[in-house]
């Protein structure tokens, strides 16, 4: 077995540690940074990703392949930043406003960094304000935004108003999910999409710049 | 009134409470805003809304203390004041009842992960669950509910927080699933009969779920739960998955589909009914009268329970 499809498969597995030695390793070996990227970390991701959209696997053994991804991106990004390698894309994503719940949220996080998007987290009470401001001072392709509350759901149309107000809604592509939402109600809204779990905001990401 | 546990060895379904939340949203809470605060800050909305389950008919009413575990109100910064919060919540709902029902203790998650997944120990969160817990017990509860659970190794911790102070408070403890072509899972990858096992196990008198999914879904789970443990088993349902109605959110399941669709749990076997999200004293109300339309012995012996 090759050295990238053992670093996949030590990250389906959970095992920091390993994935950390073998990209440390590839690296050394002086593999392709990219195919390290996409063939070791992001595939061993997407499959953990597959699996736990199957309900194969639960979000304990996503959140140890997190663990392992970020230990392997730790020593590749220095190399990604040098070599000038892009990231496929930006998303800011948040919990909206009077919100606190933060599981799902960081669970399509996860899975999107997993897919090799940069990922701006702004955590959970986000206001529509800040949603815009940090979409439009990093030039994020996609604001990803999540509620758990009925009550809270109603922010996130503000958040849409307001970007259809300074004139990037469109450009920036606008997601929402949340136990509570439906894709009526992401298209009464004017949102660009529901995505239905991580697996289907990754897809959804994809497809918007045409990478899917 | 006599004690909770000879109340379950008698025939009958017994009655519980439904959402708080939902009635605290419409008497003023906003989102965002600490639902335990109201404890401290305006506890005659939490005794009116106690009184208003108990008129429905409710046999168990729960106090607002959801999210009153230590670690859960330092997300508020409330955590210093967590023995405050539980007593004054335990007070104003035996304030509103009296001994007309039972006070029940509420406990949520704590809202972190444990180790090795989360950042949380199990210490911690014992710890947490137990200041909580001595609190409720020390202000007189009937009995505590642990519940919405979706990590076992959690609920488990919190109802052992219970056994370390108390061998006699009775313990209910719920968890919540997630319907899947594999059948139900918590989001943490338990099923209905590790969790049987593992709360039975911790020491809980009762076990089932709540919240999550409306009735139909609950018919299944109550099921499988019974298929697994000879405990008496608790089932609180969320009016449905919320709909959208001229572009505002609402729960579907109205009382009468409730009390039309749950007539299938006594009949199954299942000991308390309550309901959760979304559920009113409409719903609450509804579920009395199916259950008083009951065939003995499902119907409860409530001329025996001072009124």
């Known amino acids: 077995m090759g050295i990238i499809q053992e670093l996949s498969e030590s990250l389906q597995r959970g095992d920091a540690g390993k994935a950390a030695e073998l990209t440390r390793k590839a690296i050394d070996g002086g593999l392709d940074t990219k195919t390290i990227l996409d063939d070791g970390l992001i595939a061993g991701m997407s499959a953990v990703g ?72 702004l955590g959970n009470d986000v206001s529509p304000q800040r949603f815009l401001d ?32 300074r004139g990037v809604h469109g450009s920036t592509r606008i997601i929402v999910g949340g136990a509570p939402l439906s894709s009526d109600y992401a298209r009464e809204i004017g949102a660009d999409a529901y995505c239905y779990d991580g697996v289907s905001a990754v897809e959804c990401v994809k497809k918007f710049l045409g990478r899917a | 009134m006599q004690p909770f546990r000879e109340r379950l060895a008698r025939p009958g379904v017994i009655l519980a409470d439904g959402a708080i939340g939902t009635l605290l949203f419409q008497r003023g809470l906003k989102a965002g805003e600490c639902p335990e605060r109201m404890n401290l800050e305006r506890a005659e909305v939490l005794e009116e809304i106690a009184g208003s389950y108990l008129d429905a008919g409710a046999e168990i009413i729960q106090t607002n203390t959801f999210g009153g575990s230590a670690l859960k109100l330092a997300a508020y910064g409330l955590d210093g004041r967590t023995e405050e919060v539980n007593a004054r919540a335990v007070a104003g709902v035996r304030r509103a009842v009296g001994d007309r029902a039972y006070v029940c203790g509420s406990c949520g998650p704590s809202g972190r992960i444990l180790e090795p997944y989360g950042d949380a120990s199990a210490d911690l969160v014992s710890d947490s669950f137990r200041r909580q817990m001595k609190a409720l017990i020390g202000e007189g509860v009937d009995l505590i509910c642990v519940e919405t659970m979706t990590d076992l190794r959690e609920a488990v911790l919190a109802v052992r927080a219970v056994r370390s102070l108390s061998v006699s408070i009775p313990v209910c403890a719920t968890m919540t699933f997630d319907p899947t072509p594999r059948g139900f899972f918590t989001i943490m990858g338990t099923n209905i009969e590790q969790a049987a096992r593992g709360l039975a196990g911790a020491g809980a008198d009762v076990i089932g779920s709540n919240c999550g999914n409306g009735i139909e879904n609950m018919i299944s789970i109550a099921r499988e739960f019974l298929q697994h443990t000879t405990l008496p088993v608790i089932i609180q349902s969320n009016a449905g998955i919320p709909k959208l109605k001229d572009g505002l959110p609402v729960f579907p399941e109205s009382p009468e589909i409730m009390a039309e669709k749950g007539r299938a749990l006594p009949a199954m076997g299942v000991k308390i009914l309550g309901g959760c999200c979304g559920t009113t004293p409409a719903h609450i109300a509804a579920m009395r009268g199916m259950i008083d339309a009951l065939p003995p012995p499902e119907r409860p012996p409530r001329a025996a329970t001072p009124a």
Not at chain 1, 66 to 95: F, Q, S, W
Not at chain 1, 149 to 154: A, C, K, W
């Open chain 1, 134 to 165: 940090t979409a439009q001072k990093e030039n994020a392709d996609v604001i990803g935004m999540s509620a758990l509350l009925t009550t809270t759901m109603p922010v996130m149309k503000a958040v849409v108003d307001l970007a259809k107000e």
């Open chain 1, 50 to 121: 597959e699996r736990f959209k199957s309900h194969e696997i639960f979000l304990p053994d996503v959140l140890l392949a997190a663990r392992a991804m970020a230990a392997g991106m730790d020593l590749l990004k220095p190399l990604l930043i040098r070599e000038g390698i892009p990231t496929i894309g930006k998303v800011v994503i948040g919990t909206v406003q009077g919100d606190l719940h933060d599981i799902g949220k960081n669970l399509v996080a996860i899975l999107l960094k997993g897919a090799g998007f940069d990922v701006i987290d």
